[in-house]
């Protein structure tokens, strides 16, 4: 797939919106960098810096990383990328602060934002998916849970071990849709008043959720067409 410029794309969406998903595919197809912020994090937290130990206190006791610490990793993330990589970012800009930092951060690294994909689906649809959700704790692959894919069960890619985030149950996800709509509905204003933000139909299949955001893409001349 041949694109006109680096593009650097960020992705929203409520749980289980499969933004990460399509954030990753994207990635792969036009040779981007995916960067997911709880990836990110992760990895940090697995390193003996000051800052990796500070966050691994964070992720254990689910406290949600100060918006500071955040964009500290995120730019020692971005900076080793060559400029001539476009960027795929998923799980940033949480609430409307966080966003106007980030945006301001991303210019004076000179990547600033070319479209946001905003990948929506409903309440009865993400407490379906998210409920069917497995993980391996390995390579962080997620899974629909189904067949031989089980909870306790091996992870097909790496052998790592399939188990249930903490938060995917009924009544965590719940809490987590209304910080979602309290937080990051606004988010999503503002990238609207800013004609950068477009919607995507998420509940389709992954195919043709990434067929929209292609579409999109040609329609706004950021890749060329065929």
Do not use: W
Request: hydrophobic letters at 40%; a positive charge; proline letters at 4%.
């Amino acid at each position: 797939m041949r694109y006109k410029k680096v593009l650097n794309l960020l992705f929203l969406g409520p749980q289980g919106s499969g933004k990460g998903t399509q954030a990753k595919i994207l990635a792969e197809k036009m040779r981007m960098r995916h960067l997911s912020s709880g990836e990110v994090l992760r990895q940090t937290a697995k390193t003996s810096t000051p800052l990796g130990k500070y966050l691994r206190r964070q992720l254990r006791t689910g406290t949600l990383t100060p918006v500071a610490k955040l964009l500290q990793v995120f730019e020692q993330y971005i900076k080793k990328i060559p400029a001539a990589t476009g960027l795929a970012l998923d799980g940033f800009a949480r609430q409307i602060s966080e966003t106007r930092i980030l945006l301001r951060r991303l210019a004076k690294l000179g990547r600033p934002i070319d479209l946001v994909i905003f990948i929506d689906i409903g309440e009865r649809e993400t407490l379906k998916r998210l409920s069917l959700r497995g993980q391996c704790d390995k390579c962080n692959r997620i899974f629909i849970l189904g067949g031989k894919l089980a909870i306790g069960g091996k992870c097909p890619a790496c052998g790592g071990r399939i188990f249930q985030r903490e938060d995917d149950t009924p009544e965590a996800i719940k809490k987590r849709l209304a910080m979602y709509r309290r937080r990051t509905l606004p988010v999503i204003r503002f990238f609207q008043s800013q004609k950068l933000l477009i919607k995507i139909r998420g509940e389709q299949s992954v195919e043709r959720v990434y067929r929209d955001i292609v579409q999109v893409l040609k329609r706004r001349g950021l890749i060329a067409k065929a």
